[in-house]
Structures are given as structure tokens and as C-alpha cells.
């Protein structure tokens, strides 16, 4: 695939060769982002960031990433305060912000906006969730860092089994995760759900016609031999109520003793976060927290290797990133990290 000038809007545009491409470049960013070295390759160039929908870590990951390339971040949150509010349409705010951008990340609330954005857009667009459809960037760093768990224990992708829980329904980023791992060689997958948000056809299709293994359920026990459990919150934000979710929520928890009970010693814990702490949903328990196997922060700091990779490839600097470096001046106790 050449990234250069590229969209980043579904996983559908990868293959695993092209995977490999940016994995390959999200390792040698690690030096940067533990602060061992800093580089400026992306000094001048300005990332817009738009977030119509609420988040942390994507956004501040997406511009951390940036500064980390040495760019700087122009950042739009919440449609009340956007020209959206006003009527505008997405492309007229396309046409406009892309150019006084280089780049542009866009998390919008309904599927299909980013990649109507990026109709109007004169600079790559890389989608940072839309809706329940897709979170593409986030599938990709749940897959490095799933590739990189199970290398820790001598096991790969292919013949892995990964239970993925909670809400499969309106979860864009076990959307994106599941289409990505078709990609791979006789996966099996234990969908744990309850009936009403169980993972939809569109996605089924895509495993079912890769030939992969699928067992649907809504009982936790019988995934003991499990590699991964995938825990996922409600998406309240995409029921027609509050009160409809609440059904839903704390249904299928994981906590120490669940985790105990029914899965295999080191299965590894993942979530794309953030976690539902309330008492009242709890579905990934504190208690967890000293677990070696935990590995949500993990997936988290992964997040800014693969977004400074996807913006060093978007922007065609991958190979120049390490003639722009230099020594970093300050005290930083994460180079021994
Ligand atoms: C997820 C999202 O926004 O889809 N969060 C994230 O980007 N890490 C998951 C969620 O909000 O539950």
C-alpha cells in the first residue's frame, strides 16, 4: 500500500503485508516516545485534530504522536462549539480546515462522517471512530499489541483465540479489531454478549467467509483456553436511553476471581478503554490492576507509537524520521522505562 497522502478511514484498506509496514515503523518510534531521543522530522506541519464526540486518550494520543514527530496540533472539541452546530456541512468544513492543516484526525458520532469529511479534505484524513462503524486506529494498536503478548509467551496471531465481551453491538473498536484479525490464519472467536448486542452480521460475514472458528454465547464459562479476553463498556452513547443501557450494564464482569476461574493462567487482559469503574458496571475490576497479564496500559502507550507511525507514513517521512534527531536536554525517568 502506499501511504503516502493515503486516508486512514477502515481497516478494509490493509493487508498484512501493509501491517507489517506500519509496525515496522511503529517500532522504531519507541526511542522517541520513551524520550531516549526526540526528532523534528515533522517540524512546521500542523496536525488539525477534531473531536465532535468526547474522548481522552485518542485525542491527546493523536497529538502527543504529532508533537512527538516535532508538528504542532490545531484542536476542535464538541460540535456545540464547532460550525457543525450552525449547519455547516461536513465537506464545506473539510474544504476549509484542510487548509490550515497538513493532516487531519476526526472523531465524529455518526458512521460514514469521516469518510464523508474526507471528500472535502486536501489533506489525508484518519478516522478516529465514527460512530458504531469503525475505529481503525485503535484496531491496529489492540493488534500490535496482542502480536506483541503473545510473541512474550512464544505464541502468534495465527491459531489464536480471542474472547472478545460486553457490548459486540454498538463496540466499533471490536468492529475494526475482528476485521483485522480475518486478515490472519484460523483464528477462533468467542463472542460473549447478550443476545440483544451481539456482534452483527456485517462483521460475522467477514470471519465466517475467512473460514475462521466462531462461538457465539452469552455464558462466560467455556472460553478457559482463551489467549485474549477483549472486555468492552456499554455504549451508552448509542442506546435511545440511558435506562436502556442499564440493563445491559455489569452483565458480564471481569474481576480476579472470574478471571481465575475461568481462564487459563497468563490469557492476557486487554480493553480499549475507558473502563466503566462505576459500582454499578464494573466490568474490568481494580483487582486486576497488579495482574501481569493486565495489559490495557500497555495498549495505551502502544497507541502513540502506531499514530506517529501512520502520521510519519500519511506524510511520507517515515524514512527520514531518524536524520531529524537529536538529544533530549531534560530529566526523563521513562528512558529506563
Ligand atoms: C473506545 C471508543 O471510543 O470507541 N475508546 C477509545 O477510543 N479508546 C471505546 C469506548 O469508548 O468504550
Redesign the pocket.
Known sequence: MNFTGANILSVDQFNRDSIDDIFEVADRMLPYARRQKRTRVLDGAILGNLFFEP?T??RVSFGTAFNLLGGEVRETTGMESSALAKGESLYDTARVLSSYSDVIAMRHPKSGAVAEFAEGSRVPVING?DGANE?PT?ALLDLYTIKKELAYHGHTVDGMHICMMGDLKF???VHSLSRLLALYDNVRFTLISPRELMMPDSVMSVLTNAGHEINVTDQVSGSSDADIVYQ??I?QERFTSPQEADQYRGKFRLNSEIYTKHYKPNTVIMH???RDSRAEANELDNDLNQNPNLAIFRQADNGVLIRMALFALTLGVADQVQDYECEVNWFSDKRNV
Open positions: 474522548s486518550r485518542t471512530g475505529h485503535q463496540g466499533r473498536t468492552t463498556r455504549q480499549p478503554l475507558p
